[in-house]
């Protein structure tokens, strides 16, 4: 759905562009990127629009630390072997 704000650029410190706030608040399909806050609240009410646009959890989400990259590399390991395990059977 189209937003007040999609027409909004600004660059994006990890892709080192000019990006659209449509690709920031759905960059992960149906999520906003985790950065959103920090990159955007000088621009819009950013925390305002997350709460009219996005479940609790979603926020909370967004709120938590990033995990070490250790325990996502773990996890993603774990997530292959059991995709595996069950393809085999
Ligand atoms: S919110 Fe994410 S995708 Fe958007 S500009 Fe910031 S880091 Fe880039």
Known sequence: MPDKYDV???RCPMLGHAISFKYCRS???TTPCRKIMDCWFEQIPIRQYLEENFSIET???LL???KPKIVSLLEMID???A???HSQT
Do not use: G, H, Y
Request: overall charge positive; hydrophobic content about 20%; proline content about 11%.
């Open 8 to 10: 909004f650029e600004k």
């Open 59 to 61: 926020i909370q989400n």
């Open 79 to 81: 997530q292959a072997r």
């Open 27 to 29: 960059v992960n399909s």
């Open 83 to 85: 995709s595996s395990q």
């Open 64 to 66: 938590q630390p990033p």
